[in-house]
């Protein structure tokens, strides 16, 4: 399974960065563009700027640019959440870094968590960090636009992403790490 979301992953990557690399700037065409800051999170809160996540719009769906440093390195789930905030929460009388950002956003109740695909709405490819803590990355989410994701947030975790919910619910990708609001 893991091969096959590797290739996933990398099939998405590739697409991605064909569409990222054809788009003009938004003052020569009626492309929508955004531009988020992103944010280290923790169970104390929202902390420094990371870097910026750049979205968009095009004919194959949302193209995702991320420039974003100070993560660890490795493969990262990277999803789309419910709701608009990075704030803490509590879960079982705990706090939870970025929990306030609800679930993967999944509009149309998908009964499990998948691939950009076939999965939640909010279930996007992964996102590899270098060894430098970098990640400069162009992705693709072909089921999405920037109006489906405003007022959204963005959300990086700790672990990787295996498209499952098996051995671990929604991909295994663990705690939050870093967020950002679609505003």
Known sequence: MLSSAFKLSALVTLIGLGTVACTTTPTETNTMVKDVDVHA????????K?????FIDSPVGLAIQTNLTQLPPGPHGFHIHEKGSCDVAEKEGKPVAALAAGGHFNPEKAP???TPL???MGDLPILNVDSAGNAKVNLLAP????????????MVHAGGDNYSDTPKPLGGGGDRIACGVIK
């Open 41 to 48: 999170v923790s169970t104390a809160g929202v902390a420094q």
């Open 50 to 54: 990371i870097g910026t996540i750049r």
């Open 112 to 114: 499990n968590h998948g």
């Open 118 to 120: 076939n999965g939640h």
């Open 143 to 154: 089921r999405l636009s920037l109006a489906d994701v405003e007022g959204l947030a963005v």
